[in-house]
T-cell receptor
Framework: GEDVEQSLFLSVREGDSSVINCTYT??????LYWYKQEPGAGLQLLTY?????DMKQDQRLTVLLNKKDKHLSLRIADTQTGDSAIYFC?????????????FGQGTILTVHP | DAGVIQSPRHEVTEMGQEVTLRCKPI?????LFWYRQTMMRGLELLIY????????DSGMPEDRFSAKMPNASFSTLKIQPSEPRDSAVYFC??????????FGPGTRLTVL
């Protein structure tokens, strides 16, 4: 079955880079997503990567995908205090899953001034 | 587009009362998902619909929980009777099949 794992906590200093890691088990994943949840809010899509890509860059965000190891990472350059949030990775297996995503448990990112 | 709309945003009720949470998906989306989020259990998928038909309700915790989608623009999640352990934030999300899920702001439920 599908399973997505993330480390629970990450603490960085403002201005440093943050790297949030995620592993997944379903080799048939077609899309992999990163969502951000700020306190008291819903999940907001940050970025996604198609499974036939290795890397995607979007301003301060870089997503790396290692399909062989089923490892996904999100790098945030020049991390700001406003980046403090919970970050979820999620996989979409496609097929007959009707858009169902399998989410990791979320990584709490804390950015210190 | 207004995004996914959920109501109410906050609900405080007493144990044993019926609770109904409402969701309006993004127009044109044909899949709808209900999630529950707690500190202890994280984000849990409760049930999801495609073209108004329930596809998988294996995440619904007990028979006290039920969900309906009478049309493409409205869904409800009902808890009857409610218990303190149902206290959580409930999210609704919608998507086109094989596309990104968009989440609503959530309903924070407190059962006393």
């Amino acid at each position: 079955g599908e399973d997505v794992e993330q480390s629970l906590f990450l603490s960085v200093r403002e201005g440093d880079s943050s790297v949030i890691n995620c592993t997944y088990t379903d080799s048939s994943s077609t899309y992999l997503y990163w969502y951000k949840q700020e306190p008291g809010a819903g999940l907001q899509l940050l970025t996604y990567i198609f499974s036939n890509m290795d890397m995607k860059q979007d301003q301060r965000l870089t997503v790396l995908l290692n399909k062989k190891d089923k490892h996904l990472s999100l790098r945030i350059a020049d991390t700001q205090t406003g980046d403090s949030a919970i970050y979820f990775c999620a996989e979409y297996a496609g097929g007959t899953s009707y858009g169902k995503l399998t989410f990791g448990q979320g990584t709490i990112l804390t950015v210190h001034p | 587009d207004a995004g996914v709309i959920q109501s109410p945003r906050h609900e405080v009720t007493e144990m044993g009362q019926e609770v109904t949470l409402r969701c309006k998906p993004i127009s044109g989306h044909n899949s709808l998902f209900w999630y529950r989020q707690t500190m202890m259990r994280g984000l849990e998928l409760l049930i999801y619909f495609n073209n108004n038909v329930p596809i998988d309700d294996s995440g619904m915790p007990e028979d006290r929980f039920s969900a309906k989608m009478p049309n493409a623009s409205f869904s409800t999640l009902k808890i009857q009777p409610s218990e303190p352990r149902d206290s959580a934030v409930y999210f609704c999300a919608s998507s086109l099949v094989s596309d990104t899920q968009y989440f609503g702001p959530g309903t924070r439920l407190t059962v006393l």
